[in-house]
């Protein structure tokens, strides 16, 4: 197990607070764990104790504890992981599926960035589309703004039709 | 010998003036002499005349005179009452007609100078009514082409807004038309392929963000 090493998100964790809830689970855990090692120093760590999201990052990142340090890696990587995040806020004209979003996060980390995380909010203005917010710009993606860059052309077919 | 001559006609026009004067101054003589008899003569006349008419002219024959004047004015009075009458009646007559005349003249005078008035005002009437119409007309035309101006505005405004807002007018309608049908999951494949086109810039902003 390596330190100082971002994880691997699985598709199903696509908000920033998912990591974070993870993060305070995996430090609730390791507390947990450093309790019973003073109890019984021979104990070892129980898996079905973690919850399903991050039992999908041990998996994805093959994570394997046997001990506490490995633990603390764990957390420390995860923690790495939170700091490296990449937020993209993503507006739509109607409520996101999570089916739908697990598509568009899997394209986003696959393409774009694996440490990429959602922000999600409705606008219905947009109608057919999307408009995302990045750290530094804004990329409208909306029918109405594709609409608008072909405006001259619309016009021209109009204006070749009334002719 | 001529002058033989001259001398006795010179002599004969001597005695011829001498004769002439004699011949004249008895004849004054002579008229004298009768006037002076003819005045005696004249006075016993003019005497004798007053005497007889005194004798004559007595009363009962003045009075027959009288009478008779009399008649005779009443003959002349009817006589030029009658050609009065006549002279009335013609003067009447031509009276009647030259007032007819006069007044005909008059009321002709007065009929033209009305029909020349109405005429006038007739034709200030119509020139009236022709400036009004021109006006009219006039303000007609200019209200046609301020109306055609307004409406060209209008036509060109709302063509602006429409092509200014034609982007949002299509989108609105996409909406309205097929917006319930179209979720999130069909619309994944063209943000995908948006996402794809702006790619390099998203990764470009997520690598130098702060």
Redesign the interface.
């Known amino acids: 197990m390596e330190p100082n090493t971002s994880y691997k998100l699985s598709s199903s964790i696509y908000r920033k607070s998912q990591i974070g809830e993870l993060l305070r689970e995996i430090k609730e855990v390791k507390l947990n764990f450093e309790q019973s090692l003073i109890r019984d120093s021979q104990v070892r760590f129980d898996e079905h104790l973690l919850s399903s999201e991050l039992k999908s990052i041990f998996e994805k990142n093959n994570i394997k504890i046997t001990n506490l340090n490995e633990l603390k890696i764990v957390e420390a990587n995860l923690s790495l992981t939170f700091k490296n995040l990449?937020s993209?806020h993503f507006s739509?004209?109607?409520p996101?599926?999570n089916?739908?979003l697990v598509?568009?996060i899997r394209?986003?980390r696959k393409?774009?960035?694996p440490l990429?995380v959602l922000s999600v909010g409705l606008d219905p203005s947009i109608?057919?589309?999307?408009r995302?917010r990045?750290?530094?710009?804004y990329?409208d993606?909306?029918?109405?703004?594709r609409?608008?860059a072909k405006?001259a052309a619309?016009?021209n077919r109009i204006k070749e039709s009334e002719s | 010998m001529t002058i033989w001559w001259l001398a006795v006609i010179a002599f004969g026009v001597i005695c011829l003036g001498t004769g002439f004067i004699y011949l004249a101054l008895k004849l004054n003589k002579i008229e004298k002499n009768r006037s002076d008899s003819g005045n005696k003569l004249l006075n016993a006349l003019d005497q004798s005349p007053e005497k007889d008419v005194e004798h004559i002219f007595n009363n009962e024959f003045r009075e027959e005179l009288r009478n008779r004047g009399r008649l005779h004015f009443d003959k002349v009075i009817g006589d030029n009452a009658m050609f009065l009458q006549q002279d009335l009646r013609l003067t009447t007559s031509e009276l009647n007609q030259f007032m007819k005349d006069e007044i005909s003249k008059t009321l002709k005078s007065e009929f033209s100078k009305y029909e020349q008035s109405i005429s006038d005002a007739k034709q200030l009437a119509v020139e009236s009514i022709q400036k009004t119409l021109a006006a009219i007309e006039e303000q007609r035309k200019t209200f046609t082409n301020q109306i055609n101006d307004e409406v060209n505005k209008d036509k060109e405004r709302m063509i602006a807004r429409f092509?200014e807002r034609?982007?949002?007018i299509?989108?609105?309608y996409?909406?309205e038309a097929v917006?319930d049908q179209?979720?999130?999951?069909s619309?994944?494949e063209?943000?995908?392929n948006?996402?794809?086109a702006?790619?390099q810039?998203?990764?470009e902003?997520?690598k130098?963000?702060?």
């Open positions: 990449k993209i739509f004209s109607q996101a599926s089916d739908f598509k568009l394209y986003l393409e774009i960035n990429i109608g057919i589309g999307t995302l990045t750290t530094n710009k990329f993606l909306s029918l109405a703004t609409l608008q405006r619309l016009l | 092509e034609m982007t949002d299509l989108n609105h996409l909406l917006g179209v979720d999130l999951e619309q994944l063209y943000i995908i948006d996402l794809e702006n790619k810039g998203i990764i902003d997520l130098n963000g702060a």
